[in-house]
C-alpha cells in the first residue's frame, strides 16, 4: 500500500517528499534539488504563483518542516504520527508563516494537550514567546486554526500570572473579535477566555475598558446559541464584580436580554441582574419594566434553586431599598412571605439575604 503523507511534505514539483525543503521568495517551499534545476534551466518566477524572482533571491532553508518530516515514522502502511515532538518544535510549526492551518492545527491540538496537564509547560510557553503566535492564529479565516488556537489559549489563561501576561501581550483584541465572527464554539470559547480573564482583579477593569468587550458579550446574549448565552452571561458575571462593569453592561442593553433569559429560568442571567440592581443606572433600567423585573425575581423566590434565590435576594433587597415601588410590589406579589419563609433556610447565604431583605419589607407592610 502507498504510504499516506501530508502534502506539505512533498515537493510541488516532483511530489516526492522533501529531503531539504527550502522557502522561495513567494512563500512556497520546494526540496532544494527540485527548485534548483528549475532555476537552472534559466527559470527565474516561482513555479507555483509564476511571481518574479528578486534579483538577488535566495533560498531559505525549512528547519521547522525538515524537524517535521524527520520525525515522522516512515515505512508505514497506516496514517503516520509524530513521534512525541518536542513542545519548541510544535511551538514552531504555529509561528512559521510557510506552513499549512492543518500542520498548525495538530500542532495546536497536541500543545494544548500537553499545557492542560503541564503548569510548568504552561509557564515555559508563556516565556518562549510564542503567544503572538497563537493570538495571531486566531485572527485566521480557518476557523479550526481559529478554535484551535483559543483552545490553547483558554489552557494557558489557567495559571493567574499567564492571565495578567496574555492581557499584556494584547490577548483582549483577538478575543473579543472573536467573539463576533467564526463558528459558534470558537464564539463560546471566546466568551469563556474572558471569563477565564476575570479571574484576576486588575484584568476585569482591562476588559471591561476595551472597546466593544462588553457590548460584544451582549450580542452574543441576545442572538447567540444556547451554549454561546450562557458562555456570555458567565463572562459577565465575572466583569460585572467591578462596579464600572456594571454599568457599561446597562449602557449596552445587557438588562432587557437578561430579563428574558431569567424568565426563561436561565440562572446566570439572575446573578447577573443581582450585580447590575447594585448600581443606580442598573435599578434606573429595571425599573423601565413596569414591574416585570420584580415579577420575575419573585418567581424565582417560588420556584428555583438555592443559587438563584441568593441573587434574586440581593437584587430584590437592592431594588426595593431604593424604590418605594417596587418595595410596595414585592410586598403586593407575596414576597415578604417567601422572605420570612427563607430567614431559617439551613443555606446560610439564603438566610441571610432574606432576613436582609425581611427588614426593608417591613416599612412596606400594611396590615
Same mark, same amino acid.
Given at each position: 500500500?502507498?504510504?499516506?503523507?501530508?502534502?506539505?511534505?512533498?515537493?510541488?514539483?516532483?511530489?516526492?517528499?522533501?529531503?531539504?525543503?527550502?522557502?522561495?521568495?513567494?512563500?512556497?517551499?520546494?526540496?532544494?534539488?527540485?527548485?534548483?534545476?528549475?532555476?537552472?534551466?534559466?527559470?527565474?518566477?516561482?513555479?507555483?504563483?509564476?511571481?518574479?524572482?528578486?534579483?538577488?533571491?535566495?533560498?531559505?532553508?525549512?528547519?521547522?518542516?525538515?524537524?517535521?518530516?524527520?520525525?515522522?515514522?516512515?515505512?508505514?502502511?497506516?496514517?503516520?504520527?509524530?513521534?512525541?515532538?518536542?513542545?519548541?518544535?510544535?511551538?514552531?510549526?504555529?509561528?512559521?508563516?510557510?506552513?499549512?492551518?492543518?500542520?498548525?492545527?495538530?500542532?495546536?491540538?497536541?500543545?494544548?494537550?500537553?499545557?492542560?496537564?503541564?503548569?510548568?509547560?504552561?509557564?515555559?510557553?508563556?516565556?518562549?514567546?510564542?503567544?503572538?503566535?497563537?493570538?495571531?492564529?486566531?485572527?485566521?479565516?480557518?476557523?479550526?486554526?481559529?478554535?484551535?488556537?483559543?483552545?490553547?489559549?483558554?489552557?494557558?489563561?489557567?495559571?493567574?500570572?499567564?492571565?495578567?501576561?496574555?492581557?499584556?501581550?494584547?490577548?483582549?483584541?483577538?478575543? #473579543?473579535?472573536? +467573539? @463576533?465572527?467564526? *463558528? $459558534?464554539?470558537?464564539?463560546?470559547? &471566546?466568551?469563556?477566555? =474572558?471569563? /477565564? %480573564?476575570?479571574?484576576?482583579?486588575?484584568?476585569?477593569?482591562?476588559?471591561?475598558?476595551?472597546?466593544?468587550?462588553?457590548?460584544?458579550?451582549?450580542?452574543?446574549?441576545?442572538?447567540?446559541?444556547?451554549?454561546?448565552?450562557?458562555?456570555?452571561?458567565?463572562?459577565?458575571?465575572?466583569?460585572?464584580?467591578?462596579?464600572?462593569?456594571?454599568?457599561?453592561?446597562?449602557?449596552?442593553?445587557?438588562?432587557?436580554?437578561?430579563?428574558?433569559?431569567?424568565?426563561?429560568?436561565?440562572?446566570?442571567?439572575?446573578?447577573?441582574?443581582?450585580?447590575?440592581?447594585?448600581?443606580?443606572?442598573?435599578?434606573?433600567?429595571?425599573?423601565?419594566?413596569?414591574?416585570?423585573?420584580?415579577?420575575?425575581? #419573585?418567581?424565582? +423566590? @417560588?420556584?428555583? *434553586? $438555592?443559587?438563584?434565590?441568593?441573587? &434574586?435576594?440581593?437584587? =430584590?433587597? /437592592? %431594588?426595593?431599598?431604593?424604590?418605594?415601588?417596587?418595595?410596595?410590589?414585592?410586598?403586593?406579589?407575596?414576597?415578604?412571605?417567601?422572605?420570612?419563609?427563607?430567614?431559617?433556610?439551613?443555606?446560610?447565604?439564603?438566610?441571610?439575604?432574606?432576613?436582609?431583605?425581611?427588614?426593608?419589607?417591613?416599612?412596606?407592610?400594611?396590615?
Amino acid at each position: 500500500m502507498t504510504q499516506w503523507l501530508p502534502d506539505e511534505f512533498k515537493c510541488p514539483i516532483s511530489l516526492e517528499i522533501m529531503t531539504d525543503p527550502v522557502i522561495l521568495s513567494s512563500g512556497h517551499t520546494f526540496d532544494r534539488v527540485s527548485i534548483q534545476r528549475w532555476l537552472d534551466s534559466g527559470n527565474r518566477s516561482c513555479p507555483i504563483t509564476k511571481q518574479p524572482l528578486s534579483k538577488n533571491f535566495s533560498l531559505i532553508p525549512n528547519h521547522v518542516l525538515r524537524s517535521l518530516i524527520s520525525q515522522f515514522t516512515l515505512g508505514s502502511n497506516v496514517k503516520p504520527q509524530l513521534n512525541h515532538p518536542e513542545p519548541q518544535t510544535l511551538i514552531s510549526v504555529i509561528s512559521s508563516e510557510s506552513l499549512s492551518p492543518s500542520l498548525k492545527i495538530d500542532s495546536l491540538s497536541q500543545l494544548n494537550r500537553l499545557c492542560k496537564r503541564n503548569p510548568v509547560l504552561r509557564q515555559s510557553f508563556m516565556e518562549s514567546g510564542a503567544g503572538p503566535s497563537v493570538l495571531n492564529c486566531i485572527d485566521s479565516v480557518d476557523l479550526g486554526l481559529r478554535e484551535s488556537a483559543l483552545m490553547l489559549l483558554l489552557s494557558l489563561s489557567l495559571d493567574d500570572d499567564n492571565k495578567v501576561g496574555l492581557v499584556t501581550e494584547g490577548a483582549i483584541g483577538h478575543i #473579543v473579535e472573536a +467573539l @463576533r465572527g467564526g *463558528s $459558534s464554539s470558537c464564539r463560546s470559547y &471566546a466568551a469563556t477566555i =474572558l471569563t /477565564s %480573564l476575570a479571574m484576576v482583579e486588575v484584568n476585569k477593569a482591562t476588559i471591561g475598558a476595551y472597546p466593544l468587550a462588553i457590548q460584544r458579550l451582549s450580542s452574543l446574549l441576545r442572538d447567540g446559541k444556547a451554549r454561546e448565552k450562557k458562555e456570555a452571561a458567565t463572562a459577565l458575571y465575572a466583569l460585572c464584580s467591578f462596579p464600572d462593569n456594571r454599568k457599561r453592561a446597562v449602557r449596552c442593553g445587557a438588562v432587557p436580554i437578561l430579563i428574558e433569559m431569567a424568565v426563561s429560568g436561565v440562572e446566570r442571567a439572575i446573578e447577573v441582574l443581582g450585580l447590575l440592581a447594585k448600581c443606580r443606572e442598573g435599578r434606573e433600567e429595571m425599573g423601565r419594566f413596569d414591574g416585570c423585573v420584580v415579577s420575575v425575581l #419573585v418567581q424565582v +423566590l @417560588r420556584n428555583e *434553586s $438555592s443559587r438563584s434565590v441568593v441573587h &434574586a435576594l440581593s437584587a =430584590l433587597h /437592592s %431594588l426595593c431599598n431604593n424604590s418605594e415601588e417596587m418595595g410596595l410590589s414585592v410586598v403586593r406579589q407575596g414576597g415578604l412571605e417567601l422572605c420570612l419563609g427563607f430567614v431559617e433556610d439551613e443555606n446560610e447565604k439564603v438566610s441571610r439575604n432574606a432576613s436582609n431583605l425581611v427588614q426593608v419589607l417591613r416599612k412596606y407592610w400594611v396590615n
